[in-house]
């Protein structure tokens, strides 16, 4: 292609996940209706940055990274003359995926501006590789319900439909939760019967959340790997849970690492988080509570 031609802007949309889903540690997340935009131009002749803070306007970028990596995965070197633009709607360091979402908008962009050489497979490795575990990305990239894993090094996904009437309500606290502090909580080694436990219900859960089965997903939505030990690391979790159950949400746990959570509800969810809302405000007035729906296209091109 002559050099006139080429693509110079790409602009990248990318869907929140929530990840682990009660029983599926590492290994399930979902897309949620919450994104960051993030805008890639060739220009200039240095590498800048609109829309984050200085800390992070450098070459360890997230998106930069993402980018970068899929530029050698295609055999090329990333440009010194690139803008990257980011508009953000994920809050960072709540359990929502914020990382995933600018190491895959980055994956993106450089397949999209160096013509489309990637699967989406390869981006899911490219991405994998920066990030450490594939359930983000793996939603980020693929959008509904994915079920991942590593086997060598090399990660695998499968996609899953959530059912159109299962609803999330996401509790946002108004601070942030390290995952590496998160992940400190966590036991070394757990007892057989719980990793047991764990398998069962987390084969179960993807069939009912399929199915849109509240009584199935109300058992099978329960963990004993790492939500007791996480839960102590938020306050207030506690009270929001006890709130939406009486408020009839199907379940509830903690999103990704935390400090988000994530209610399942079925019927009108802008209601129910409206009086979700109204009662952790008389506990937690800072925190935001929002009504999601999946996304099931995932990472998507936009400009």
Known sequence: MLDFMK???VTVR?????ANIGPGFD???CALSLYNTITFELCGSTLAFEGCDEAFRNR???AYRGYELAMKKMGLSAEDGLKITIDAGVPVCRGLGSSSTLIVAGAMAANEL???KLSRMEILEVANEIEGHPDNVAAAIAGGLTASMLDDGKPYTVKYRMNEDIHTVVVIPDFELSTALARGALPQEVPFKDAVFNLSHAALLLRALELGDEDMI?????????QDFRKKLIPGYAESEKFALELGAIAYCISGAGSTQLALVKGDAAEFADRLREKIHTVCPGWTVLALSADNDGVKVVG
């Open 60 to 62: 360890e970028n997230l």
């Open 14 to 18: 990318v869907p929140a996940t929530s």
């Open 27 to 29: 290994s399930f997340a």
């Open 218 to 226: 109300q058992v099978s939505l329960k963990d004993r790997l790492h």
């Open 7 to 9: 693509k110079k802007k």
């Open 114 to 116: 160096h013509d489309k």
